[in-house]
């Protein structure tokens, strides 16, 4: 509750400054940048480790690292960038800030309840980075922590898992809020055909949060047993199957990468309208799709196992329900080219990067189609086609999404502007660099490079030497990006209320925002993407 | 600002609901493994006690009377009646972990348990059985602690009238989450001890 | 301010309630000692979700909550249902 004094205050300097107003802050716009510092930082240390793989594999044979320590990198470059950065990424950093803000509310459901959070939130991560060093070293499992290897590796398997029990806590607990939210806090006017559409992304996102999340921790919770006490769930010695431990793990796991993307889809179709200045194509079937991508994403999981040992049958039905997943994603994409025909297109850096996400959303969904279809997939599973396809997918999908997110919201966040022509020769170098990286691994995959191995076949040099050189332009547009977007955020030039001339309600308010949010309450009687007559103030 | 009643009982089903998919696993491996391994779930289920396992049943079915009774009577402003039923619910709480206690006890003086020489010699599917009681009912048995720590400090709540008739979204809450230990454990009850 | 005042649900109807799953307790019990096969655990799992909607209706007050919280439960249930039975697609064809 802001004091007199805090009135009409920016949030950045109300109710005062010193660390630990901001640690210890209940307040969802300082929430949210307490996630901006972490989660970008994180994401810089899975992306140095992503380099260092690219390094190892620019030649074949040992090149920097042995083959041990390989294991490790990928494994850490999967932990952190899933559970760190690609999980919470979009939903704790935008969600936390635009939520309340696009709904007319004065802060979330439950803000101590955020904060708590955050708090898990670097708690898990402080597990994670601690997994990297002493010990029997960092964990070699890979990201997917398959029984039985788990089980018996020696290296730093239980802190990893413990880390990732209390991140997917983070994230249930988050879900939950923004669901109460969403169902409670409009304001008055706002029914639920008017809410933006990065808000039923976000509870669509929820609602995946609160009930597959859980069933992650009961897997985490039984490879800690297993690690512990040797129970053999997941030993046909002893009763158990492995596989058992494939299904639970997917069973999340799955449903985790419509976590990832459906905030990002959700941000694409808030940008698309405001800088083609028409309102979205097709509102109530991006609704739909959205909600459908939550629940049929949750049918699918067993398309990661169709080589593990499972039935034929059970191989059938996931690959036909993939295929049906693969459906409203596609109808997203049609609506937002179709938002752009006839429209008045501005470039400007968000709109690029939300561009380079349906171009590289639909390469990574369609190569999507290649390993959901049974037989292919037998040839491409397990090479770097798929490592290929889901870079496409997470990174170029929710990754891009969460750049353009920056470029669309900082300024409000920060009330201040960044300058646009290195914006747009940083994404210039991003987009090749990405694209020859990733385009580079899926015919490395196709050609029957194997993926998590240090070593390849002497046939595959080139290519891995193409591949790392995109690295290189990636890491360099991500860090010109970032140079730029902090310089902005610091120096840049001042802007108001609504430099973008969008209809979203967070526009209404100062940039930044008050602490309380509005000065008023706002009444809403026209829906979000009504531009006509709204203007660049 | 309003306390919004709705929505902070919103918030704990959507909490239980996790809740649910936490257990919910466990289940899932419970089904495939009596599917897989039924002649010996029934072997094993013969020597869990299935009279302590009623007796069980009936503390947490009665303990989750008391819990809901303790609400009626907040919300009829009869904080003393509210405090009775809360503690008699804490009662009933430690009575089940005493049970347990004796139950997992008596197994893992013979041998029985996790690593333990005599379900060492058993065949798979009793491996497989041992092992989902032990970690299904230690998870249960956890919630059931932290339960009863939840409700204690809601006692507190009442007593310092925090938590009143006008003002009693704290108790019901915590009633929810005691309702849903209960919920677990009915199903437990005739998956592992009525086996036969 | 108070939309607490509420459904508040008497001692009576809860002692019935409480009747009543010690009925069904004893029932379960009793139909666990007659051999039906591979039916037991079916009845079993009927019975428990008889006290288990008593439970939620009653002592969780679900009947009296808005309707939209009991479609938020069926919804978490069905997820459940699903992840369960797409499963048994593997395990029983293998």
New interface residues.
């Given amino acids: 509750m802001s004091s007199a004094q805090n009135a009409h205050k920016s949030f950045l300097q109300a109710p005062g400054t010193g660390l630990a107003s901001w640690i210890f802050s209940t307040d969802h716009k300082r929430i949210g940048i307490l996630y901006l510092c972490s989660v970008l930082s994180f994401f810089l240390v899975g992306v140095s480790l992503g380099l260092a793989i690219r390094l190892e594999l620019f030649a074949p044979g040992e090149t920097i690292v042995s083959a041990q320590t390989y294991n490790s990198l990928f494994t850490l470059h999967g932990v952190i960038m899933i559970f760190l950065f690609i999980i919470p990424g979009i939903p704790a950093i935008f969600g936390n800030i635009l939520l309340p803000l696009q709904l007319g509310a004065a802060d979330v459901a439950f803000p101590r309840l955020n904060l708590l959070s955050w708090w898990l939130y670097m708690s898990g991560a402080a597990l994670a980075i601690a997994s990297l060093f002493g010990g029997s070293g960092p964990p070699d499992t890979g990201w997917t922590f398959y029984v039985p290897f788990s089980a018996v590796t020696t290296t730093n398997v239980s802190l990893a898992a413990m880390a990732a029990f209390i991140l997917g806590f983070s994230s249930i607990l988050t879900g939950l809020n923004f669901l109460t939210t969403t169902h409670r806090l409009r304001a008055p006017g706002m029914s639920w055909s008017k809410i933006p559409l990065f808000v039923w992304s976000l509870y669509a996102t929820a609602w995946v949060q609160v009930l597959a999340t859980p069933i992650l921790g009961i897997t985490l919770i039984l490879v800690l047993l297993e690690r512990l006490l040797g129970l053999g769930l997941f030993d046909p010695a002893k009763g158990g199957d492995p596989i058992l431990f494939q299904h639970l793990f997917w069973i999340y796991s799955h449903p985790a990468v419509y976590i990832m993307i459906l905030p990002g889809m959700g941000v694409i179709s808030e940008i698309i309208p405001v800088f083609t200045r028409k309102h979205i194509f097709g509102y109530k079937a991006i609704v739909v799709s959205s909600l459908a991508i939550a629940f049929a994403g949750s049918l699918v999981w067993g398309h990661h196992m169709f080589a593990s040992g499972m039935s034929d049958t059970a191989v059938f039905v996931f690959s036909l329900l993939t295929f049906i997943v693969a459906i409203p994603s596609a109808i997203k994409v049609f609506n937002w080219v179709a938002t752009m025909y006839k429209g008045s297109v501005s470039l400007a850096p968000p709109m690029l990067f939300a561009l380079s996400f349906v171009f590289l959303f639909s390469v990574g969904g369609l190569t999507g189609l290649v390993l959901g279809a049974a037989g292919p997939d037998i040839h491409v599973h397990d090479t770097h086609f798929v490592v290929g396809h889901f870079h496409y997918t997470m990174f170029g999908g929710t990754g891009f999404a969460l750049f353009a997110a920056l470029h669309y919201w900082l300024p409000k966040i920060f009330g201040r502007i960044y300058n646009f022509k290195i914006a747009t020769l940083a994404w210039g170098i991003l987009f090749t660099g990405f694209n020859i990286l990733y385009t580079s691994m899926m015919i490395l995959g196709m050609r029957g490079m194997p993926r998590r191995y240090y070593d390849y076949l002497p046939e595959f040099t080139f290519g891995n030497q193409v591949a790392t050189a995109g690295s290189w332009l990636l890491g360099a547009g991500v860090l010109l990006m970032f140079a730029n977007l902090l310089h902005g955020c610091l120096r840049g030039a001042r802007v108001g209320n609504n430099p973008w001339a969008a209809g979203t309600l967070e526009w209404t308010t100062s940039s930044p925002p008050p602490v309380e949010n509005f000065l008023e309450q706002p009444l809403v009687e026209r829906g979000p993407y009504e531009l006509g007559g709204v203007q660049i103030s | ?2 306390k ?4 902070a ?3 704990m ?3 239980l ?13 419970y ?7 039924g002649a ?1 779930f029934a072997a094993a289920g013969q020597e869990l006690d ?1 009279m302590l396992g ?1 007796l069980n ?2 503390v947490l ?2 303990s ?2 008391t ?3 303790a609400v ?1 009577a907040i ?2 402003g009869k904080a003393q009646m509210a405090l009775r039923c809360l503690w008699a619910t804490i009662g009933f709480a430690l009575g089940f972990l005493v049970v347990k206690y004796v139950e997992w006890g008596t197994k893992i003086h013979h041998g029985l348990y ?2 333990g020489a005599e379900l060492a010699g058993r ?7 041992f ?2 009681y032990y ?1 299904t009912t230690g ?1 249960h048995g956890l919630h059931v602690i932290i339960g009863g720590l939840v409700l204690g400090w809601v006692i507190i709540k009442v007593r310092q009238g925090k938590v009143h008739g ?4 704290l108790l019901e809450n915590s009633v ?1 989450y005691w ?1 849903l230990v ?2 677990i454990w ?2 437990i ?3 592992y001890y ?3 | 301010m108070s939309e607490q005042n509420h459904f508040v649900i008497g001692y009576g109807t809860f002692v019935r309630v409480w009747c009543a799953l010690l009925a069904l307790t004893v029932l379960t019990v009793g139909a666990s000692r007659i051999d039906l096969g591979a039916f037991n655990v079916w009845l079993a799992l009927f019975i428990a979700s008889a006290k288990s909607s008593l439970v939620l209706l009653f002592f969780m007050h679900l009947k009296y909550e808005k309707p939209l919280f009991a479609w938020m439960f069926l919804s978490a249930l069905s997820i459940l249902a699903i992840f369960l039975g797409f499963t048994f697609f593997d395990v029983l064809y293998r």
Avoid: C
């Fill in positions: 600002m309003h919004d009643y709705t929505g009982k919103m918030g089903w959507l909490f609901f996790s809740e649910l998919l936490l257990f919910g696993g466990l289940f899932i491996l089904a495939v493994s009596l599917n897989r391994h010996a299935w009623t049943t009936l079915l009665t989750s009377l819990a809901a009774l009626s919300q009829q996790p690593g065949e798979a599917g009793q491996m497989s059985f092992n989902l970690v998870l006008g003002d009693f979204v929810l309702h209960d919920l009915i199903f009850f005739p998956l009525l086996v036969l």
